[in-house]
């Protein structure tokens, strides 16, 4: 809803332009006249309602004080629109090394030749190939077929969202930005159950003209994406592994097997730290089998594990030189 001004109030407004659709202001022809552009109630709320909307999205209360330049709360309104937190804070879309080395690669991080995935496998958290091949160096990720990235909602949430309106965000390694929707070539959004999943293929590198996906986003709404520095992407994994507010914390004891009752698949986030002096080997067994073995280099050293646990497939942390940090999560 916005006025049409030049309909609005007839000959004292210039009819509707491609440069001013709802009628340009305009001018009373001599000082005693009454036929130009005047203030008026509705038009005034029209307006104002603009402005409010910005505060009342940017959830900014209005705080009395006229705006300034420096001190604009209407400013900080859209600027801070301008930016948008990716879902679930999207720790998994940086594609370089640097930022991938913080995450845990179920299925092992792809090398700066192409490396061979099936469908579905997990090549960083969250992040799944398509089948084919995929490469990451410092400018990026580059793939054969394609990359997909799942989220999990309730029922209640998944029923809310409009595939046709979630905003894919893509940037080179030379800041250049892109965004695209589901039905844009390359980029595929799709909902089964309570899944979102968004697919991008091999396609988008010849819609976009660049060589490698640097960043990939998902996001609740279009704007610059807020991104996090090495160091902060450390910090923020983190914080979810140390705090019970992200996910379940689980409290498991050394060497006793545990079963996946849930009825469906999980992660298993561990983090193990030395006590002890020289190098330690530890193991995470899934299913009865080694999953993962790590070397941790010296005491107090720090070791994040992750494996993708099916249901009913069993789990368990081998007893030895090495405590658990509370840190066990679902996914």
């Not at 030049?6 to 009373?28: C, E, S, V």
């Not at 080694?290 to 249901?311: R, Y």
Request: glycine letters at 10%; aromatic letters at 12%; one cysteine or more.
């Amino acid at each position: 809803m916005a006025l049409q001004r030049d309909a609005r109030y007839p000959n004292r407004y210039d009819p509707a332009t491609p440069a001013q659709p709802q009628g340009a202001f305009k001018n009373r022809t001599t000082p005693t006249s009454q036929d130009g552009a005047y203030m008026e109630r509705d038009w005034l709320n029209d307006w104002s309602a603009c402005f409010s909307s910005l505060l009342v999205e940017a959830d900014i209360t209005p705080n009395n004080v006229v705006d300034e330049v420096g001190a604009s709360q209407y400013y900080d309104a859209m600027s801070q629109l301008r930016e948008v937190e990716p879902r679930n804070n999207d720790w998994n879309g940086y594609f370089d090394p640097a930022h991938q080395a913080q995450l845990p690669s179920p299925a092992g991080y792809p090398n700066t030749t192409p490396t061979p995935y099936s469908a579905g496998d997990e090549w960083s958290l969250g992040n799944y190939a398509l089948g084919g091949t995929i490469s990451v160096d410092s400018d990026g990720a580059i793939w054969s077929l394609g990359t997909e990235k799942r989220y999990e909602y309730t029922q209640e949430q998944i029923d809310l969202i409009d595939v046709n309106k979630v905003p894919v965000f893509i940037k080179a390694q030379d800041g250049k930005v892109f965004y695209f929707k589901n039905g844009d070539a390359g980029v595929v959004v799709s909902i089964a159950g309570t899944t979102l999943t968004v697919t991008l293929d091999a396609a988008i590198f010849g819609v976009t003209g660049i060589d490698k996906v640097w960043r990939f986003f998902v996001t609740d709404k279009v704007g610059s994406v807020v991104e996090l520095s090495t160091d902060a992407l450390a910090s923020v994994i983190y914080s979810k592994l140390t705090t019970t507010s992200y996910k379940e914390q689980l409290f498991l004891s050394l060497d006793t097997t545990y079963t996946n009752e849930l009825g469906v698949p999980f992660h298993l986030w561990v983090v193990l730290e030395t006590i002890g002096a020289g190098s330690t080997t530890r193991d995470l067994l899934v299913g009865g089998s080694d999953f993962s073995g790590f070397t941790i280099g010296e005491a107090g050293g720090l070791m994040t594990l992750t494996a993708k646990i099916g249901s009913g497939e069993t789990y368990r942390i081998p007893s030895g030189n090495v405590i658990i940090n509370r840190s066990f999560r679902r996914f």
